[in-house]
């Protein structure tokens, strides 16, 4: 009778724990809107790079990636990782020229890091464009820095490391 | 007794993990900082002394017409400001890097109901930075930053705050 009781409880505790992990996973993936077959970069696939992996990179004596900064200028101006270039706004064609102008003189297997922040990422208008004009251009080596929330939520709050200025 | 034991543990874990995971989708960072006082100008050239505010309960909001979470929490922020205007509150809308014609189109579509400004970096300095957006700030009648709603901001608990502060 005991080991019954056991094997119910245990049960239980599996279907509790489950729940929670569809709580926090799979139900705010769905509330987004995305779905893997139609959305691009999202969060967890190849393309993209954490916070503080993009850190140790920055901060290691090796070659550094080209980081390009494709949001409002405001947001830079306020903060943006040090060394960062800016480009502008991605989804402003002029902003893509500027892109594709920047990069024309890189080799195709350079590596480069986008990243924006201006927004929460499943809404950014910013970071996909940017992302499609390198592939498109033949890039090989592009990663995006993933961050979820904002730049300030995820880059600058975290403590990593940030300069201002135009 | 062992059964309830483990049950107790097994709702304590579920319970860890959602709110573990949530927290941060419900931040509203208190802070009592004094609001800084703007000498501002809105999209129909009206002159919006922030100091002249005093006594109500404000709420700014730092957000872009080219946002779209953004712009998906303007209708809110327009039946807010209905529901709470005879009681002392007043929206107020920053828009950051907007160009001119796509927030009057945006203003006008929306039929906004509140003052809108555009914002630059000089006025999300004195705001403590906005670092994205939306970001939006509630203010008490004693002209107190109370409340910091980084993303998109929890209207329930939003509302709530609005309520106590009005009262």
């Known amino acids: 009778m005991e080991r019954t009781n056991d094997r119910q409880s245990m049960s239980l505790v599996w279907m509790l724990i489950a729940a929670a992990v569809f709580a926090t996973v799979v139900a705010p993936a769905r509330s987004a809107g995305q779905s893997p077959a139609t959305s691009e970069l999202l969060p967890g696939s190849a393309e993209l790079i954490q916070p ?3 850190s140790k990179a920055l901060q290691s004596g090796s070659v550094k990636p080209t980081v390009l900064y494709v949001g409002p200028r405001f947001l830079y101006a306020q903060a943006h990782i040090r060394g960062a270039e800016f480009i502008g706004p991605a989804s402003d064609p002029h902003s893509l020229d500027n892109l594709r102008k920047r990069v024309t003189a890189l080799p195709r297997n350079s590596s480069i890091v986008l990243y924006c922040g201006c927004c929460p990422w499943e809404h950014c208008p910013n970071i996909r464009p940017a992302y499609k004009e390198l592939q498109k251009a033949g890039f090989t080596a592009v ?4 961050l979820a929330n904002s730049f300030g939520t995820d880059w600058v709050e975290k403590g990593y490391p940030f300069e201002k200025g135009q | 007794m ?3 034991a483990v049950v107790i543990a097994a709702v ?3 319970v860890a993990i959602y709110y573990g995971t949530h927290a941060r989708h419900r931040d509203t960072r208190s802070s009592t900082s004094q609001a800084p006082a703007l000498a501002l100008v809105d999209l129909g050239g009206n002159k919006i002394d922030t100091s002249s505010y005093a006594g109500k309960v404000v709420l700014i909001n730092f957000w872009a017409a080219w946002c779209t979470p ?4 303007i209708p809110q922020f327009i039946a807010l400001q209905d529901k709470y205007r005879a009681q002392g509150l007043q929206v107020i ?3 950051m890097e907007d160009r001119n014609s796509a927030l009057r189109d ?3 579509k929306y039929k906004m109901n509140y003052p809108v400004v555009a914002g630059n970096e000089k006025i999300a300095e004195a705001y403590g930075g906005i670092l994205g957006l939306p970001t939006s700030f509630l203010i008490g009648r004693d002209g107190r930053i109370r409340a910091k709603y980084p993303g998109l901001a929890d209207f329930a ?3 709530q705050e609005i309520i106590a502060l009005l009262r």
């Open chain 1, 52 to 54: 503080r992996e993009l």
């Open chain 1, 143 to 146: 990663k995006v820095l993933y």
């Open chain 2, 2 to 4: 062992r059964r309830v």
């Open chain 2, 12 to 14: 304590g874990l579920a």
């Open chain 2, 70 to 73: 953004c712009a998906e929490e």
């Open chain 2, 93 to 95: 809308g920053i828009s």
């Open chain 2, 106 to 108: 945006f203003y006008r």
């Open chain 2, 157 to 159: 608990k939003l509302e």
